[in-house]
Nanobody, 128 residues
Framework: DVQLVESGGGLVQPGGSLNLSCAATVNSNNLNCMGWFRQAPGKEREGVAIIYTGVGDTYYADSVKGRFTIAQDNAENTLYLQMNNLKPEDTALYYC??????????????????????WGQGTQVTVS
């Protein structure tokens, strides 16, 4: 089974930065669609950023474009989310997600529909 362990969340002031990490316990080369989702209280889970590692394609929610950057370190089986210029509306529980897909288009579809992924337990980000 895949285990994903997030870290790096915390409390930060508006305009601040955080860098989330997600360590995968299996070889992430087999998990070629990896990303970050978030869920605020009373709201549905939404996609933040996703990477199709086969070619390095990345996709971002409109609300975070230009502020967040997703990256992967295959050697360390780790996924990152660098978050800059954080806003109070970024406050949420952030989840790491991973899946194996056959195409980048399917990875993107899974991202926008919040389809089935292997999920981490989440790390809280509070901007206040």
């Amino acid at each position: 089974d895949v285990q994903l362990v997030e870290s790096g969340g915390g409390l930060v002031q508006p305009g601040g930065s955080l860098n989330l990490s997600c360590a995968a316990t299996v070889n992430s080369n087999n998990l070629n669609c990896m990303g970050w989702f978030r869920q605020a209280p009373g709201k549905e889970r939404e996609g933040v950023a996703i990477i199709y590692t086969g070619v390095g394609d990345t996709y971002y929610a409109d609300s975070v474009k230009g502020r967040f950057t997703i990256a992967q370190d295959n050697a360390e089986n780790t996924l990152y989310l660098q978050m800059n210029n954080l806003k109070p509306e970024d406050t949420a529980l952030y989840y790491c997600a991973a899946a194996s897909v056959t195409t980048g288009a399917f990875c993107y579809w899974k991202f926008v529909t919040v389809d089935y992924f292997d999920w981490g337990q989440g790390t809280q980000v509070t901007v206040s």
